[in-house]
C-alpha cells in the first residue's frame, strides 16, 4: 500500500486511536470526526483493564460501531500483541505506527524532543490517521508456530554457544589436552563424561573400565578403546592448573550439566520441526 492509499485508508475510518504500549499498561487516545484528540485513557495489561478500554470507546463515540475504528499501536517488543488481537476479536482495525517514525515526528508536536507516554500515545493518533502506519502481521496458526519455533532454536543456539564458550575458557586452565580429544564440547559424550569427572584427577580416581563402559553407552560405540585410553593419559600428564580444584569442580558441573540439557532441548527440537515441516501448508502452485 502506497502513502497516498494508506492515507486514503485512514480516511474511511471516522474514529482514530493511537496505542502507546507497554509491559505493564497502555496509553491510548482516540481523536473522533471532529479531529480533536481525547484526553489519554490508562489501559492495564489484564482483562478487566482490555474490557474497560473497549468500553471507554464505546463510551467516547457511542453513535460508532468498533469497524468505524482505525487503531494504531505502537509495539514495545512484544509487548502490546495481546492487546492487538483482543482489539481485533472486537472488530476494530488494527495497525502499526513503527517507532522510528514516532521519533521523527515528536518535535512537530511540541517543538520538543522529551518522551512521555501521553505525549507517544497523542502523537501514534495522529499519525495513524494521516497515513502513516505498517499492517499488522496477523499470523495463521501453522505460522505462529513457526515463528515460536524459530525464536526457540535461536535461544538454544545462543545457550549452547554460551555453555561451550564457557567451558572451553575453564578447559583452558585445567585439562587443556580435552579439546583435542573432543572438538565439538557440545556433544553428548564429552558432556557426559566432564559431569561425571569434572577434573583429570576425578578420572584419574575411576577405572579405565567404568570411563569405557560410559565413553561407549555415550558414543553408542563409536568412540573406539584407544581413543579413551589417550584421553586417560592426558588426563595423567595435562599441564592444567589444580589449584581452585573445588570450586572449579562446581562450576564445571554445572555448566556440563547446563549443556547436557541445552543438547537434549535440541534433540527434542529437531523432531517438532520436522513435524511442523511436514504439515505445514504449501503455497499454491507448489
Not at 505460522?143 to 554460551?162: F, G, I
Not at 566432564?194 to 560410559?214: G, H, M, Q, Y
Request: glycine share 6%.
Amino acid at each position: 500500500m502506497r502513502a497516498d492509499e494508506k492515507y486514503l485508508f485512514a480516511r474511511r475510518f471516522a474514529v482514530h486511536v493511537g496505542v502507546d504500549t507497554g509491559k505493564a499498561f497502555h496509553k491510548l487516545v482516540a481523536r473522533g470526526p471532529d479531529g480533536r484528540r481525547k484526553s489519554p485513557f490508562k489501559v492495564l495489561v489484564n482483562r478487566k483493564g482490555f474490557d474497560e478500554a473497549h468500553a471507554h470507546l464505546c463510551e467516547l463515540f457511542p453513535d460508532h460501531s468498533p469497524a468505524d475504528f482505525l487503531i494504531g499501536l505502537e509495539f514495545a517488543g512484544h509487548h502490546g500483541y495481546t492487546f492487538a488481537h483482543f482489539l481485533v476479536g472486537k472488530g476494530y482495525h488494527v495497525v502499526s505506527v513503527l517507532p522510528a517514525h514516532t521519533k521523527k515526528a515528536k518535535e512537530l508536536e511540541d517543538n520538543s524532543p522529551l518522551k512521555s507516554d501521553d505525549k507517544d500515545a497523542r502523537l501514534i493518533c495522529k499519525l495513524t490517521g494521516d497515513g502513516v502506519f505498517v499492517p499488522f502481521p496477523f499470523l495463521d496458526t501453522p505460522y505462529v508456530e513457526l515463528k515460536v519455533l524459530v525464536t526457540q532454536r535461536h535461544r538454544l543456539t545462543v545457550e549452547q554457544t554460551r555453555f561451550r564458550n564457557r567451558l572451553q575458557t575453564i578447559l583452558d586452565l585445567v585439562w587443556p589436552e580435552f579439546l583435542s580429544h573432543f572438538a565439538n564440547l557440545t556433544k553428548r559424550t564429552p558432556l557426559a563424561i566432564l559431569e561425571r569427572w569434572p577434573l583429570p584427577r576425578d578420572i584419574l580416581a575411576a577405572s579405565p573400565e567404568t570411563v569405557l563402559r560410559l565413553v561407549k553407552k555415550m558414543s553408542r560405540n563409536h568412540i573406539k578403546p584407544t581413543k579413551v585410553r589417550a584421553l586417560l593419559a592426558s588426563a595423567r600428564e595435562t599441564v592444567g592448573l589444580v589449584d581452585g580444584a573445588d570450586q572449579r569442580r562446581h562450576e564445571m558441573n554445572d555448566l556440563s550439566r547446563g549443556g547436557v540439557s541445552c543438547a537434549l532441548s535440541w534433540a527434542n527440537w529437531t523432531p517438532r520441526s520436522r513435524r511442523w515441516s511436514s504439515c505445514a501448508p504449501r503455497p499454491s502452485g507448489s
